[in-house]
């Protein structure tokens, strides 16, 4: 596991699928800090080590990476630690568009290639 704080090129995201589930890496964005952590079985632990890190829990929310893919298909916007009824999110995906606006351009700030 380990969290971005610069970049992260695409070519290591593709080493990482391949280690792990093949086409795709777990990984949870702090949308405040503008962080994103990578490189986890569970979202939960990915989750567990912003939070460890001064992260604060409404901000994190959980995404896929298909780092064979491009455009819309790149990301996929679902895991259980969305769902939060309290915030007004009440499925794995994430409902609010200004938080999938929010997070599109942090993934475009610290993933290249």
Do not use: C
Request: net charge negative; no cysteine; proline share 2%.
């Amino acid at each position: 596991m380990k969290i971005i704080t610069e970049t992260l090129s695409l070519d290591e995201l593709k080493q990482m699928a391949a280690a792990t589930f093949g086409n795709l890496i777990k990984a949870v964005i702090d949308i405040d800090r503008e962080l994103i952590a990578v490189d986890a079985e569970l979202h939960s632990d990915l989750e567990a080590l912003l939070l460890e890190d001064g992260s604060r829990q409404r901000s994190l929310w959980g995404i896929n990476f298909y780092p064979e893919m491009h455009g819309d298909e790149f990301i996929e916007f679902d895991s259980m630690i969305n769902m939060r009824p309290s915030q007004g999110n009440r499925s794995r995906g994430i409902e609010n568009e200004e938080i999938r606006r929010q997070i599109i351009g942090i993934v475009a700030k610290r993933i290249k290639g």
